[in-house]
T-cell receptor, first 109, second 114 residues
């Protein structure tokens, strides 16, 4: 059965800390891995990763994929209160996205 | 582009009533996805369409749920009759399969069945 597992489930940090969110997966026909940020409403797209070892970066956020070990990490440096959200990892099995349950990040001032 | 547009944003109804959720995908996208999100089960894919044709409805919980996509700019998800366990946030997403492949989500419909 296809599955996407995220860890930790929850994380509480102070502003300025660096965090690493983990995502491991097992899917039949892997195509790509996506990260989304969900605040109170819809998930918003962060990154799509298709190739191993190539880091994607956007400001203080970065992500990398390891297709051999079947995992990805999302790093957030110098966290801010606005980073508080649920971060969702999703993997394409052919044309269907399989979502993990998410990591809830809370950043306190 | 206005993004994926869903209506209504909130729906409160009584058990046994029919509920219709609506979605307008991003113009130019060829695929549309309906998801349900709950605390217990997270985000679950219910059904998806490619070029207005239903491709996979294996996630539709039971016959009370149905979805249509009569044209490239409109889809509906209907629940008849509704039950309290259907209470959840329902998201619609669209993408260009075969191209960018990134799914963009609407703001969701929060459904409460009393």
């Amino acid at each position: 059965e296809d599955k996407v597992v995220q860890s930790p489930l929850s994380l509480v940090v102070h502003e300025g800390d660096t965090v690493t969110l983990n995502c491991s997966y097992e899917v039949t026909n892997f195509r790509s891995l996506l990260w989304y940020k969900q605040e109170k409403k819809a998930p918003t797209f962060l990154f799509m990763l298709t190739s191993s070892g190539i880091e994607k970066k956007s400001g203080r956020l970065s992500s990398i994929l390891d297709k051999k070990e079947l995992f990805s990490i999302l790093n957030i440096t110098a966290t801010q209160t606005g980073d508080s959200a649920v971060y969702l990892c999703a993997v394409y099995n052919t044309d269907k996205l399989i979502f993990g349950t998410g990591t809830r990040l809370q950043v306190f001032p | 582009d206005a993004g994926v547009i869903q209506s209504p944003r909130h729906e409160v109804t009584e058990m046994g009533q029919e509920v219709t959720l609506r979605c307008k995908p991003i113009s130019g996208h060829n695929s549309l996805f309906w998801y349900r999100q709950t605390m217990m089960r997270g985000l679950e894919l219910l059904i998806y369409f490619n070029n207005n044709v239903p491709i996979d409805d294996s996630g539709m919980p039971e016959d009370r749920f149905s979805a249509k996509m009569p044209n490239a700019s409109f889809s509906t998800l209907k629940i008849q009759p509704s039950e309290p366990r259907d209470s959840a946030v329902y998201f619609c997403a669209s993408s260009f399969l075969g191209g960018e492949n990134i799914q963009y989500f609407g703001a969701g419909t929060r459904l409460s069945v009393l």
